[in-house]
């Protein structure tokens, strides 16, 4: 093999390590929560997405700073919204913060876009 044939190979070998030793994102996986398991994906913009069981729930949103900002969305809840968001009208926000370990969150959420309720917690802590 030539000189150059072999320094190519170094790199992209080099490049296949550093992508595979790449960290995954701090939320991707799956947490325990107040309402189940939740699995989250973090995106790379930092956008993040999740599932649950209860009433087939899915979570939107972002992070920044170490805060989860965005909606709940359900089949079905204890309240109806006014307004569909994701196709449902039951929904609320929610407001997670990720401890500085990045092994849990202590969370609050709301119905439809109302302010946030006291004893509304939703906490998590990384269960893989």
Request: glycine content about 12%.
């Amino acid at each position: 093999m030539t000189t150059k044939t072999l320094a190519a190979l170094a790199l992209l070998s080099t490049a296949a390590l550093v992508q595979a030793a790449a960290p995954q994102k701090p939320l991707t996986g799956t947490w325990t929560t107040d309402f189940g398991s939740v699995r989250m994906i973090e995106g790379k913009q930092g956008e993040v997405s999740g599932t649950y069981d209860t009433d087939d729930g899915r979570i939107t949103g972002s992070i920044a700073n170490g805060v989860i900002s965005g909606f709940w969305v359900e089949s079905a809840s204890d309240y109806t919204c006014d307004t569909a968001r994701m196709g449902s009208r039951h929904w609320g926000r929610i407001r997670f913060e990720l401890n500085s370990a990045g092994s849990g969150w202590t969370g609050i959420w709301s119905y439809c876009d109302y302010e946030y309720i006291v004893g509304n917690v939703w906490n998590g802590k990384r269960a893989d």
